[in-house]
């Protein structure tokens, strides 16, 4: 019943047909996907169209109810656990004076936007040049970086905790 033909047409079966299966799902993302132009993730692709659920509202007004007070944050605010924060950061950002993804950290309170020499800023931040990362700005910039310059470059979601954000900055500050 099972000779050595059979099994031949079996297998070949299976591979035939798996085959087929690899080559439609090659056509079908070939035909499907939108690749990004130039390298990936240069470029972010804008959303057709937006359907509104409400929840963006209703989490505006929750978020504004509650001011945050940021000079009192910063000024309760604990470096080392900050460092500990600043972990997420290390990925793209270095403190030792020399860039990464991301233009270094040293110095960045109270420094010009945009202004590492050598390092390829986005127009967002470009045209804030001349204007200075104060406390206040870096507060904001880390709770929402796409939000405060639509366009960086910077693909980090931000720092939700306002802690946190506020223990950062504390760490970014003392490495003058």
């Not at 079966?13 to 240069?42: K, N």
């Not at 989490?59 to 000024?75: I, M």
């Not at 950002?93 to 993804?101: M, P």
Request: aromatic letters at 8%; hydrophobic letters at 45%; proline letters at 4%.
């Amino acid at each position: 019943m099972f000779d050595t033909m059979t099994m031949t047409k079996v297998v070949g079966a299976v591979c035939g047909a798996l085959l087929v299966f690899l080559l439609g799902s090659w056509a079908g993302e070939a035909i499907y996907t939108i690749a990004p132009e130039g390298h990936a993730g240069e470029e972010e692709r804008a959303q057709a169209y937006l359907i509104s659920t409400g929840e963006a509202e209703e989490n505006a007004e929750a978020s504004g109810e509650a001011e945050v007070d940021v000079a009192a944050l910063l000024g309760a605010a604990d470096a080392a656990a900050g460092e500990k924060v600043f972990g997420k950061c290390k990925a793209c950002h270095k403190i030792d004076g020399t860039d990464g993804t991301g233009p270094h950290l040293n110095g960045v309170v109270d420094r010009e936007k945009a202004s590492v020499a050598g390092f390829g800023y986005s127009e967002a931040l470009k045209a804030m040049a001349g204007q200075q990362w104060t406390p206040d700005n870096l507060f904001a910039f880390l709770e929402n970086p796409k939000g405060y310059a639509p366009g960086t470059k910077m693909s980090f979601a931000g720092l939700p905790k306002p802690a946190d954000r506020a223990n950062v900055i504390a760490y970014l500050q003392t490495l003058q």
